[in-house]
């Protein structure tokens, strides 16, 4: 398998390539407007056919490349089941897969950061993680129809159950990390876990995640405005104005 | 082995962490002065034990952690063979390992970018490149007894000789790639490569490569009068005022 982590400095997300080395088959995961003509780029260099453009979710910090690399390919637009997003080729299910080779992608319903959010699991030993789990922290749940509640149970039922060897890679990072664990994030990431009164790592209570999330009180993405309307059209920002 | 790309935003560098999961045994490559508490944090998170600094060079673009992260633990600073860091608790010549558990990292020396710059192997597979070669780029030539024919042989003769699926990972990047292989830059670097008439890629002539070097006439990087002398002492920051 081909994995490459690609990074937009702008809004500090994270793109995913993976590829098939024998049948060249490739997806990009969460693919940035702005960076289209590198991904184009990389994925010729590499002799790449790109299959689908992959979305955890309608983003509200950068407009999706979708659209454009619809354009420049023969790729499907795939975004989460119930995501508002009528020009999609594809809306994907919890538990439905993805297939490039040998490589099985499968999709977890994980909401609460929006209200139509999936990670992806990639052959079971690594899971794109979107903006429901981050490195040490988790996306907000104060707009899109977010729900501090609905995203505790998506992280602790469907993500901290993986493996804890599971490599977790997020949608964004804001401190210089790249890749984490469940296992460290279920130890570590102090949005879900506390230490008891004998200083041992413990998972917060959900009262407790809700009451943290619930009063973040922070500004509105600087995009927002512009990058949601034009993601619940692809990326096609035309479309928008 | 755990192996962690980190990014320092500001000065666009990668620090390396490294480590062997049974001894906890572990190295940092090139790091941060402004990362040194994140470091700590995240080595204290994963109960490793940081054994090494150690710097691909002399750096012009941060200051390094090490002089902090020695004060913190008791780890060693190693640096290349003949920079000029008289605090180093070791100098590291070309061909030398560095064992972490079952870990071997073998200095490969790489001047040009400076005149005492080595890149890391790590088990085999995967080479710190530091400022010798980039992801589609390489270190500039024009300053600290820089010079673009040694580079160009250092890459060519030392680095482009080990095999093509060997990962490249810089010590910087400034468009959000993060790894790269041998066989890729091989093709597609375009200061290495070019192409020849029939359309394929050959490797670029050693004059047209310091040609095209000596006339890139870039401003020097920000921190250079404050990050040189104070990486020659480890960066040490009060030792240089």
Redesign the interface.
Known sequence: MLF??????ESSTYTYLIADHTTKAAVLVDPVLE?VE?DLK?LK??GLILHYCLETHVHADHVTGTDRLRQATSCSGIVPDRAHVACADRHIKDGETLHLGDITITAIATPGHTDSHMAYLVNDDRVLTGDALFIRGCGRTDFQSGDAGTLYDSVTKHLFTLPDETLVYPAHDY?????STIG?EK??NSRFAERDGRGANRLRHRPSFIEFMNHLNLPDPKKIMEAVPANEMCGHLAATA
């Open positions: 490459r982590q690609l990074f937009d400095a960076q590198r990389l260099e590499l401190r210089g990390h790249t890749v460290e130890r570590w």
